[in-house]
């Protein structure tokens, strides 16, 4: 378990953290106002939400939606969730909820948020560095991909045949 916890700092979270705060760097360089800023004026008046352009209001609900995605996916895994790959003894594997339409509705969740934070501005350079973040995400399901099988065996291979991947229908 050590060794996993290690291999999955090491090979996920140091890149796409340095990956991210990247692609927020350039995405706010290229942007006339900060994605949080806005939502918080938006808050406070949200009788201006008409002055917003398409490109913001875009970017605002791809993070909106992959956030609730994200927020359906965690709360489905409830106690099993952990932000380091780790197993448990008790672990059971999930398939319902938004886990019958993926095998990883977490990772396309936050990967929508990512990719929607460079279109606000809209940042090209932005969206260009953060969609590394992509097979960052994949080298990271891959490897969890691998626990799982270990853990749960013939059963995780059967949900892997009758489950995508990471984007509903798709892939």
Sequence with gaps: MRKTIKKDILFFGVPALTVFLLGLIF???????GLVGTIWYLIMHP?????LSVWNIAGLSLCIVGLSIAIVAAWTLKRFY?????????H???THGVYRLA?????????IVILGVPVYPPSLYGFLILSLLIPIFLFRIKMEEEMLIEHFGDEYQTYRKTTKKLIPFLY
């Design 27 to 33: 995405s706010g360089r290229d942007g006339y106002d």
């Design 47 to 51: 009788e201006n939400l008409r002055l």
């Design 82 to 90: 952990s932000s380091t790959l780790v197993t448990r003894e008790e």
């Design 92 to 94: 059971q594997l999930m």
């Design 103 to 111: 095998r990883h509705p977490l990772y396309f969740g936050v990967l």
